[in-house]
């Protein structure tokens, strides 16, 4: 096997997804190369970025020569066979640590893999690492890590957006052609955007949620974070379907996501909700999203205003209910079969409430105690309840414009990436963050970001498309129509050219 | 403020969150900024809307009863803080 | 002044399933510790519940039996707390609506009279673990084999006045759980529980405060927590306190009850929909697959035995307070085609050596077409009832069937009248003075000839005929 040299490195970094797949599969390089040039430039970029918690460097280049030699032997000829990528350290990987970036799993070596971890071995990826993220999912910034903020690629004063932020950052950065994160409320298409990637979250109970630690189980939800729509779909493909692990999987037919891309838009209904483009987004921004509109319309859609008029309730929703959840799905850090543990515990009491307290940082703590209250006796239905009524409320207008339009666009985000610290003591602006993916997440619809241009401060934008039920298909048909059209996409961040 | 120092306290109890003193005033203010930014659903006319604890509105689908699981007791327990003869081990509780 | 005492009761029954509620783990009890503890069962991250079929079908099952309300939908409610043996710090139960609404069980009183008693509502949910105290020191040892083992927990409405109805329900429900095949029964295994929930009051008064009796595990100890408790807040209020709303244990060793502190402390529990399982639709068919699958039930066997096969109510009651005995009898009243014959071996012989043995019918060596067997000797008058005790206990020792111990033993019945009119002829020539009383008109010494007779055939001879030939021969 020849050495990579840099040229080489930084031009397989460079490929697509889709790109690498025809090169491993015409034997033009190999796994084993790909991967290398992959783990040289973690080794050189990283240090700084902190998109990754683990480096699986030694696994990864043992599991690329034994993939090398099954396609050579012609037994593997999946779509990511071969493919480096990575995964939010929050998605079980057997016998790799899997810490949510908190201090409460410094030490937790999952015991199993997740589905979509074993869906991607199984295809044949190479698995790099796993990536940085908000400590349990919980943030905007990225900067709730427990271990070390992770850096915008774009410029390094600068978020990456989150929860899934490490993920966002490598794909940028191309430390990964692809990566699966998580959005719960945004976390995969807020830092898509503020990282000029493309993500997409796919409908609520699209992919199965075994193995992915959970902070709102009615919420949360995988998808994969590439370079392009068309990457986005290859991966989509692999990790879509039903398991009968996950009681709320969906029972639906997954369809070739890859079949479609090339469908022509002409006559495509558009949906703007005007509450997506009123006060509070910034101006640049909007004008980027304008011009993108345009670009829709020349190649014949048709744009309709819409209303989703209780769409600013859901920042309120979600802050009830994902708590809620949460509270409860984190009681199971406790100190006793996983986990963080005190020392020396006086007795069973102090062993729970120290280990909680030492393992859980700020906001978790935060979010576990907001949810805590708001399930306790006396407010449950002055605020559960009353939250999972609008939820409904807010569901019903997406149902009533999807009877109008085909989708829905908009910001991803009210701003491009802020910088690091700037809000990390106002916690209520931090939240407005994601006010435009929250009323989709509460939904359980499809959305995705992909990056359509930049502002004055040299940081992407992106476009947020919004589908119906299980039109994950037609929405990375979308995407790839205008990524076919424009290179917004494709650029890099000069620093990691 | 919406959200009392007591309250604070409670839910640190029912959460077992080791909080100490000083902190209970900070976390008391950043909690009812939340709260009071939860205020405004009260405003929302909600009769006769039914809770939706679940995007998907479908039921329920049953696992056939067969018992498919094998003993993986040592691998599961590698990342136990203490065990001994098998169990999981905390401080004595007294019953 | 009197006192009247209000019970209800809180059952929890653990369904007779091979794997747990949310889980592929067996749920065989006995297992080294952990062994049976998958990761859905330990709550590790990231793990998901789903729920087991035949769970939900025994629930049914019980619901029809005691004539309840099945909800159309129910829902899965998280009840969150914290303790060692609870592995995810909530456990999955249904709190709002339950799948089992409004029933009743009938219990019959002392005096023969039948009492209504409400079941408010039966919930599926899913067992603790188990914490082990004795093995440590200063630590206490978590097994969780158990945990996640499906529950159904029968809540009654606090319906009955003594400590003798509550049993009495409580034996009613125990019988249906087993003879609907929902639940083994085994209180010693822990597989039914009760928690007692008791007040006093004046009668016609406001139900006074109760205190909950934890985890009675014999109809022995329901009994007498109830009757320690009711005594324990008789003493406090006449005293002029308060009875507190609590938890407690009874402690049989000592016979008094004592408060659950521990466990106090902040029980709000937050129940919420748990957002990892969907609503439970039971739809008409399920209903009707469930229907069918009900065996006949013990009331209405009951009512059967006495109408149809002339047996008295004790011993229908006690026929049918158990599916296997009732199904073992009624293949041996069939076979022999003699229900009274079969009733009083079934609940006579039999029964004395399942006690004696500390067996289950259902594991006892003589089965039921054995027992068939050695009363259709009897009908034929091969072995007399003397002899077939004999029969019986030799099929118990493993010896054979029936014709196989008559042979070996020798106990074929006598009925040559030549033979037992020597045998009648020589008792009557030994004992002139029984037969002078006898003859003065002493009837009892009638007995004493006949008991004489039988022992001296070795129980072989035909008692009937025997009768016949002995006062033939003592008239004189
Ligand atoms: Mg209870
Ligand atoms: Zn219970």
Same mark, same amino acid.
């Given at each position: 096997m020849s050495q990579v040299d840099s040229t080489q490195t930084a031009e397989l970094t460079q490929l697509s997804l889709k790109a690498l797949q025809r090169g491993i599969q015409s034997s033009q390089f190999s796994v084993m190369?790909?991967?290398?040039?992959?783990?040289?430039r973690i080794a050189r970029?990283?240090?700084?970025?902190?998109?990754?918690?683990?480096?699986?460097?030694?696994?990864?280049?043992?599991?690329?020569?034994?993939?090398?030699?099954q396609i050579r032997a012609g037994e593997l000829k999946g779509a990511l066979a071969g493919i480096p990528y990575a995964l939010k350290d929050l998605f079980c990987t057997d016998g790799i640590l899997t810490s949510c970036a908190s201090k409460m799993l410094a030490n937790f070596v999952a015991p199993y893999d997740a589905h979509v971890t074993s869906k991607l071995k199984d295809a044949g990826g190479v698995l790099l690492g796993k990536n940085n993220m908000d400590e349990f999912a919980m943030g905007s910034s990225n900067e709730n890590s427990a271990f070390a903020p992770v850096q915008n690629p774009w410029n390094t004063d600068y978020v990456p957006g989150g929860s899934s932020g490490g993920g966002a950052a490598a794909v940028a950065a191309r430390l990964a052609p692809m990566v699966l994160g998580t959005d719960t409320g945004g976390s995969i298409r807020q830092p898509a955007s503020f990282c000029g990637v493309t993500g997409i979250k796919p409908t609520y109970g699209r992919v199965s949620r075994f193995g992915m630690i959970a902070f709102a189980s009615s919420l949360d939800q995988c998808g994969p974070m590439a370079v392009s729509a068309e990457d986005c779909a290859i991966t989509l493909n692999e990790i879509a379907g039903f398991d009968e692990r996950d009681s709320t999987s969906a029972q639906v037919d997954v369809p070739d996501y890859t079949a479609n891309l090339n469908d022509s838009i002409d006559g495509l209904k558009i949906g703007l909700p005007q509450e997506f483009f009123a006060e509070g987004?910034?101006?640049?921004?909007a004008a980027v999203i304008e011009r993108a509109v345009k670009a829709f319309e020349a190649r014949g859609a048709v744009i309709k205003e819409v209303t989703l008029p209780n769409s600013h309730l859901a920042v309120p929703v979600y802050y009830v209910?994902?708590?809620?959840?949460?509270?409860?799905?984190?009681?199971?850090?406790?100190?006793?079969?996983?986990?963080?543990?005190?020392?020396?515990?006086?007795?069973?009491?102090?062993?729970?409430?120290r280990s909680r307290w030492e393992g859980f940082g700020d906001e978790v703590k935060r979010r576990i105690m907001m949810g805590t209250y708001a399930l306790s006796s006396g407010y449950y239905d002055a605020y559960y309840l009353k939250a999972q009524q609008v939820r409904r409320l807010i569901k019903q207008d997406f149902v009533d414009v999807f009877n109008d339009v085909d989708v829905i666009m908009g910001p991803s985000a009210p701003t491009t990436a802020f910088k690091l610290g700037e809000l990390v003591d106002d916690q209520l602006a931090m939240y407005l963050a994601d006010i435009y993916t929250i009323p989709t997440?509460?939904?359980?619809?499809?959305?995705?970001?992909?990056?359509?241009?930049?502002?004055?401060?040299?940081?992407?934008?992106?476009?947020?498309?919004?589908?119906?039920?299980?039109e994950e298909a037609r929405m990375l048909n979308i995407a790839h129509q205008y990524q076919q059209q424009t290179d917004w996409h494709l650029q890099t961040p000069a620093a990691f050219a | 403020m919406a959200v009392t120092e007591e309250d604070v306290m409670k839910v640190s109890r029912l959460a077992?969150?080791?909080?100490?003193?000083?902190?209970?005033?900070?976390?008391?203010?950043?909690?009812?900024?939340?709260?009071?930014?939860?205020?405004?659903?009260?405003?929302?006319?909600?009769?006769?809307?039914?809770?939706?604890?679940?995007?998907?509105?479908s039921v329920q689908r049953l696992r056939e009863d067969v018992a498919t699981e094998t003993d993986h007791r040592e691998h599961y327990q590698a990342c136990a803080p203490e065990v001994e003869k098998g169990l999981y081990l905390v401080p004595k509780v007294l019953e | 002044m009197e006192w009247e005492t209000v019970i209800g009761l809180e059952i929890h029954a653990q369904l007779s399933t091979n794997s747990k509620i949310f889980s592929g783990s067996s749920t065989a009890y006995g297992a080294e510790p952990n062994t049976q503890a998958s990761l859905v069962d330990l709550g590790m991250p990231g793990v998901l519940p789903v729920l087991n079929k035949q769970a939900v079908k025994l629930a049914l099952r019980l619901g029809l039996a005691i004539d309840a309300e099945i909800a159309p939908q129910s829902v899965f409610a998280r009840k969150n707390y914290f303790y060692p043996d609870l592995p995810k710090g909530y456990q999955i139960s249904q709190f709002e609506l339950p799948i089992v609404g409004l029933g009743h069980l009938d219990i019959e009183l002392e005096n023969g009279e039948t009492k209504r008693i409400g079941v408010t509502r039966a919930h599926l949910e899913e067992d603790a673990g188990k914490s082990l105290h004795e093995d440590f020191e200063t630590q206490t040892g978590i097994d969780l084999n158990r945990a996640g083992t499906p529950l159904l927990e029968i809540v009654s409405e606090p319906d009955m006045r003594s400590a003798k109805e509550a049993v009495a329900y409580v034996k009613k429900l125990h019988a249906l759980v087993r003879y609907l095949g929902v639940c083994d029964g085994n209180m010693q295994e822990g597989s039914f529980r009760c928690d007692v929930n008791v007040s006093v009051r004046r009668p016609g008064a406001e139900f006074g405060t109760r205190a909950e009796i934890k985890n009675l595990n014999s109809f022995r100890f329901i009994q007498s927590a109830i009757h320690c408790e009711v005594d324990r807040q008789i003493g406090i209020i006449e005293s002029g306190g308060q009875v507190v709303q609590e938890t407690r244990l009874y402690d049989p060793d000592k016979d008094e009850t004592r408060s659950m502190r521990g466990k106090e402390d902040a029980n709000?529990?937050?129940?919420?929909?748990?957002?990892?399982?969907?609503?439970?639709?039971?739809?008409?068919?399920?209903?009707?697959?469930?229907?069918?699958?009900?065996?006949?039930?013990?009331? %209405?066997?009951?009512?059967?035995?006495? +109408? #149809?096969?002339?047996?008295?109510?004790? !011993? /229908?009651?006690?026929?049918?307070?158990?599916?296997?005995? %009732?199904?073992y009898f009624e293949?041996? +009243? #069939?076979?022999?085609?003699?229900?009274? !014959? /079969?009733?009083?071996?079934?609940?006579?012989?039999?029964?004395a050596l399942l006690n004696k043995h500390e067996t289950d019918i259902t594991d006892a060596p003589v089965s039921a077409a054995m027992m068939t067997g050695m009363l259709v000797r009897i009908k034929d008058k091969t072995i007399s009832a003397t002899a077939a005790k004999e029969v019986l206990e030799g099929m118990w020792a493993g010896d054979g069937d029936a014709d196989a111990v008559i042979e070996a033993k020798g106990l074929k019945q006598v009925t040559d009248t030549g033979a037992i009119e020597a045998l009648v002829d020589e008792i009557i020539a030994n004992n002139p003075g029984q037969v002078e009383q006898y003859r003065s008109g002493k009837d009892k010494v009638f007995g004493f000839f006949v008991g004489q007779t039988m022992r001296a055939s070795k129980g072989k001879a035909d008692p009937a005929m025997v009768n016949e030939l002995l006062k033939e021969k003592l008239k004189g």
């Amino acid at each position: 096997m020849s050495q990579v040299d840099s040229t080489q490195t930084a031009e397989l970094t460079q490929l697509s997804l889709k790109a690498l797949q025809r090169g491993i599969q015409s034997s033009q390089f190999s796994v084993m190369e790909v991967t290398a040039a992959y783990l040289e430039r973690i080794a050189r970029f990283d240090a700084g970025l902190k998109s990754y918690i683990t480096v699986t460097e030694e696994q990864a280049r043992a599991q690329a020569e034994v993939i090398d030699n099954q396609i050579r032997a012609g037994e593997l000829k999946g779509a990511l066979a071969g493919i480096p990528y990575a995964l939010k350290d929050l998605f079980c990987t057997d016998g790799i640590l899997t810490s949510c970036a908190s201090k409460m799993l410094a030490n937790f070596v999952a015991p199993y893999d997740a589905h979509v971890t074993s869906k991607l071995k199984d295809a044949g990826g190479v698995l790099l690492g796993k990536n940085n993220m908000d400590e349990f999912a919980m943030g905007s910034s990225n900067e709730n890590s427990a271990f070390a903020p992770v850096q915008n690629p774009w410029n390094t004063d600068y978020v990456p957006g989150g929860s899934s932020g490490g993920g966002a950052a490598a794909v940028a950065a191309r430390l990964a052609p692809m990566v699966l994160g998580t959005d719960t409320g945004g976390s995969i298409r807020q830092p898509a955007s503020f990282c000029g990637v493309t993500g997409i979250k796919p409908t609520y109970g699209r992919v199965s949620r075994f193995g992915m630690i959970a902070f709102a189980s009615s919420l949360d939800q995988c998808g994969p974070m590439a370079v392009s729509a068309e990457d986005c779909a290859i991966t989509l493909n692999e990790i879509a379907g039903f398991d009968e692990r996950d009681s709320t999987s969906a029972q639906v037919d997954v369809p070739d996501y890859t079949a479609n891309l090339n469908d022509s838009i002409d006559g495509l209904k558009i949906g703007l909700p005007q509450e997506f483009f009123a006060e509070g987004l910034d101006q640049q921004v909007a004008a980027v999203i304008e011009r993108a509109v345009k670009a829709f319309e020349a190649r014949g859609a048709v744009i309709k205003e819409v209303t989703l008029p209780n769409s600013h309730l859901a920042v309120p929703v979600y802050y009830v209910v994902a708590p809620a959840e949460c509270s409860s799905n984190l009681s199971r850090f406790d100190g006793v079969r996983f986990g963080h543990r005190c020392d020396n515990p006086q007795d069973l009491n102090d062993l729970y409430e120290r280990s909680r307290w030492e393992g859980f940082g700020d906001e978790v703590k935060r979010r576990i105690m907001m949810g805590t209250y708001a399930l306790s006796s006396g407010y449950y239905d002055a605020y559960y309840l009353k939250a999972q009524q609008v939820r409904r409320l807010i569901k019903q207008d997406f149902v009533d414009v999807f009877n109008d339009v085909d989708v829905i666009m908009g910001p991803s985000a009210p701003t491009t990436a802020f910088k690091l610290g700037e809000l990390v003591d106002d916690q209520l602006a931090m939240y407005l963050a994601d006010i435009y993916t929250i009323p989709t997440s509460l939904a359980g619809l499809p959305g995705m970001s992909f990056p359509i241009g930049f502002a004055d401060n040299g940081l992407p934008v992106g476009m947020q498309l919004i589908g119906n039920y299980f039109e994950e298909a037609r929405m990375l048909n979308i995407a790839h129509q205008y990524q076919q059209q424009t290179d917004w996409h494709l650029q890099t961040p000069a620093a990691f050219a | 403020m919406a959200v009392t120092e007591e309250d604070v306290m409670k839910v640190s109890r029912l959460a077992r969150l080791a909080i100490l003193e000083e902190n209970v005033p900070v976390y008391a203010a950043k909690l009812s900024g939340i709260v009071d930014m939860v205020e405004q659903l009260n405003a929302v006319d909600t009769t006769g809307v039914e809770p939706m604890s679940n995007p998907l509105d479908s039921v329920q689908r049953l696992r056939e009863d067969v018992a498919t699981e094998t003993d993986h007791r040592e691998h599961y327990q590698a990342c136990a803080p203490e065990v001994e003869k098998g169990l999981y081990l905390v401080p004595k509780v007294l019953e | 002044m009197e006192w009247e005492t209000v019970i209800g009761l809180e059952i929890h029954a653990q369904l007779s399933t091979n794997s747990k509620i949310f889980s592929g783990s067996s749920t065989a009890y006995g297992a080294e510790p952990n062994t049976q503890a998958s990761l859905v069962d330990l709550g590790m991250p990231g793990v998901l519940p789903v729920l087991n079929k035949q769970a939900v079908k025994l629930a049914l099952r019980l619901g029809l039996a005691i004539d309840a309300e099945i909800a159309p939908q129910s829902v899965f409610a998280r009840k969150n707390y914290f303790y060692p043996d609870l592995p995810k710090g909530y456990q999955i139960s249904q709190f709002e609506l339950p799948i089992v609404g409004l029933g009743h069980l009938d219990i019959e009183l002392e005096n023969g009279e039948t009492k209504r008693i409400g079941v408010t509502r039966a919930h599926l949910e899913e067992d603790a673990g188990k914490s082990l105290h004795e093995d440590f020191e200063t630590q206490t040892g978590i097994d969780l084999n158990r945990a996640g083992t499906p529950l159904l927990e029968i809540v009654s409405e606090p319906d009955m006045r003594s400590a003798k109805e509550a049993v009495a329900y409580v034996k009613k429900l125990h019988a249906l759980v087993r003879y609907l095949g929902v639940c083994d029964g085994n209180m010693q295994e822990g597989s039914f529980r009760c928690d007692v929930n008791v007040s006093v009051r004046r009668p016609g008064a406001e139900f006074g405060t109760r205190a909950e009796i934890k985890n009675l595990n014999s109809f022995r100890f329901i009994q007498s927590a109830i009757h320690c408790e009711v005594d324990r807040q008789i003493g406090i209020i006449e005293s002029g306190g308060q009875v507190v709303q609590e938890t407690r244990l009874y402690d049989p060793d000592k016979d008094e009850t004592r408060s659950m502190r521990g466990k106090e402390d902040a029980n709000d529990y937050r129940y919420f929909p748990d957002p990892d399982l969907l609503p439970v639709a039971i739809s008409a068919e399920d209903l009707e697959e469930a229907r069918a699958s009900l065996p006949e039930l013990p009331d %209405a066997r009951k009512q059967r035995f006495m +109408a #149809e096969l002339g047996l008295n109510a004790d !011993l /229908a009651d006690d026929l049918t307070n158990s599916r296997e005995v %009732a199904d073992y009898f009624e293949t041996v +009243a #069939e076979g022999c085609g003699d229900t009274k !014959l /079969a009733a009083n071996w079934v609940m006579g012989g039999l029964s004395a050596l399942l006690n004696k043995h500390e067996t289950d019918i259902t594991d006892a060596p003589v089965s039921a077409a054995m027992m068939t067997g050695m009363l259709v000797r009897i009908k034929d008058k091969t072995i007399s009832a003397t002899a077939a005790k004999e029969v019986l206990e030799g099929m118990w020792a493993g010896d054979g069937d029936a014709d196989a111990v008559i042979e070996a033993k020798g106990l074929k019945q006598v009925t040559d009248t030549g033979a037992i009119e020597a045998l009648v002829d020589e008792i009557i020539a030994n004992n002139p003075g029984q037969v002078e009383q006898y003859r003065s008109g002493k009837d009892k010494v009638f007995g004493f000839f006949v008991g004489q007779t039988m022992r001296a055939s070795k129980g072989k001879a035909d008692p009937a005929m025997v009768n016949e030939l002995l006062k033939e021969k003592l008239k004189g």
